[in-house]
């Protein structure tokens, strides 16, 4: 069974930082893309970044204010959230195959 728990959700100033990350388990991240995903409240889930293997891919809105990675040996992705933005609010959640966690929440105020 495939579990996955986001953490590093919170309230952050508008320009400030969170990292943000997902722990999984019943499956190996290295051999899976994994990928983040927002929603803002009332609107729909969006995608944010995904990681497989050694690449990387962003959506516009956030490519070069955020960055995701990986930790095998702990079999996490994290993503990194610099500059961020009102329109950066929502629940964060990460995604593997058919696979959510729960989200967690990013609120930044401006």
């Known amino acids: 069974q495939v579990q996955l728990v986001e953490s590093g959700g919170g309230l952050v100033q508008a320009g400030g930082s969170l990292r943000l990350s997902c722990a999984g388990s019943?499956?190996?991240?290295?051999?899976?893309?994994v990928g983040w995903y927002r929603q803002a409240p009332g609107g729909q889930r969006e995608w944010v970044a995904s990681?497989?293997?050694?690449?990387?891919m962003y959506a516009d809105a956030v490519r070069g204010r955020f960055s995701i990675s990986r930790d095998n040996a702990e079999n996490t992705v994290s993503l990194e959230m610099n500059s961020l933005k009102p329109e950066d609010a929502g629940t964060y959640y990460c995604?593997?195959?058919?696979?959510w966690g729960q989200g967690t929440l990013v609120t930044v105020s401006s």
């Open positions: 995604n593997v195959l058919s696979s």
């Open positions: 019943g499956i190996t991240f290295d051999q899976n893309t």
């Open positions: 990681i497989y293997m050694f690449s990387a």
